[in-house]
């Protein structure tokens, strides 16, 4: 609890261009959320690092997904957005961590089995580490909730994991997290093949919708989407590219899966994607012209990234003091 709120945390990496399946599926929840609890935001460049990186893209592209949260509603003023390597509680804290944890859970973690078979080449001990820096995100924050697509659920359950592991040694430290999978906009899947998801690091370009496309580039892509040779609009997982489109009308509209049946009842697959097509353009168009405004105002936009960091630390330092002290570090002298 902060301030009388459940507290909310979060993170994105700012790597590969963010997809329509990032903003229906994490983002646009995250702005809802901000009423009800105390969120915090963050923008997870040091998870970036566990695969090279060039330091000028990523610096650019750390701040572009900043504005970005911004640009997509959230309210800097509500919610704290800010970045990880500015608040050092998060890799001491992970450092702690690391020696709470044991190789043999973390071997286990299919995410780093998937990252080091695609990066054989530099398979190192930050990436097998990762769930820990991200247990540390979650633990600063005496996190009540985290928004995460399903890919991360087993992250979260080694979090989870360790905290209770922690809190059993040495008291009530931490507040064990609890995963909050949304509903709506969940899972996008990729528009050339409907059984991966849409992702930011797929290498075709037709696959995914960038948040930054143009409207000429959205409709192209969604007429290009396989779909199959039943001629049928139905939602149903044995027609999973046509499932996929109306997903992703039904996330853009509010509209329910049935009703968008309903509508293409007896027309072609060429309508529903031209619709599909049409709405997803019109509900990134506005974020689009938000960011490149924003991404002008410059002080403002260093103001909000200076206050919030410092508000993080204010949080996240108290917990890492605490820490510090339950397991033997001596004490500051004030
Ligand atoms: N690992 C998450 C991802 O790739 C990002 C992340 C880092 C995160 N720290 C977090 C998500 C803490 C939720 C909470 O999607």
Known sequence: MLDGKKVLFSGMQSTGNLTLGNYLGALKNWVSLTDEYECFYCVVDEHSITVRQDPAVLRKRARALLILYIAAGIDPEKACLYYQSHVPAHAELAWILD???YMGEMSRMTQFKDKSAKHADNINVGLFAYPVLMASDILLYQTDIVP?????????????????RFNNIYGNVFTIPEAYVGKVGAKIMSLQDPSKKMSKSDENPNASIYL?????????????????????????????????????YSACTGRTSDDIVKEFDGRGYGELKEAAGECVAGLL?????????????????????????????YTAEKTLRKVQHKIGFPDRIR
């Open 285 to 313: 168009s506005p974020i689009q012209v938000r960011c490149a405004e924003l991404t002008k105002e410059k002080d403002y936009i260093d103001g909000i990234i200076k206050r919030n960091a410092e508000k993080a630390s």
């Open 99 to 101: 020696c709470y944890t």
């Open 212 to 248: 930054m496309d143009d409207k000429d580039t959205i409709i192209r892509k969604f007429k290009r989407a396989v779909t199959d040779s039943e001629a049928h609009i139905a939602y149903s997982d044995s027609q999973p590219g046509v499932k996929n489109l109306i997903d992703i």
């Open 148 to 164: 995460v697509g399903i890919d991360q659920l087993q992250h979260l359950e080694i979090c989870r994991d360790i905290a209770l």
